[in-house]
Nanobody, 125 residues
């Protein structure tokens, strides 16, 4: 049974930082690419960062490039999202998701239908 448990969200002021964590179980974590998605009110869920199974390849949405960093600990089955220089538009529920890395395109593709409960990030101005 796939379990993805996100944590680390909270209320932060503009320019602040947060580190999100996602503990995964029930998946072959060290052989799985991972992605962080976010969903703001009345908006579609969007992929903001992804990382290959080894951690050597990463990709970011333009809106977070240079501010967010995704990294992983395959020994602990945890993927992280370090978020710096936060902006009000980063306010959303953040979710992690397992998937595969398409090395020909450098893109992440989610796998399966299970989602965690997410973690709320609120950036106040």
């Amino acid at each position: 049974q796939v379990q993805l448990v996100e944590s680390g969200g909270g209320l932060v002021q503009v320019g602040g930082s947060l580190r999100l964590s996602c503990a995964a179980s029930g998946i072959p974590f060290s052989n799985s690419a991972m992605g962080w998605y976010r969903q703001a009110p009345a908006k579609q869920r969007e992929l903001v960062a992804s990382i290959s199974s080894s951690g050597r390849s990463t990709k970011y949405a333009d809106s977070v490039k240079g501010r967010f960093t995704i990294f992983r600990d395959n020994a602990e089955n945890i993927v992280y999202l370090q978020m710096n220089s936060l902006k009000p538009e980063d306010t959303a529920i953040y979710y992690c998701k397992e998937g595969v890395w398409d090395y020909s395109s450098g893109n992440f593709r989610m796998r399966g239908s299970s989602w965690g409960q997410g973690t709320q990030v609120t950036v106040s101005s």
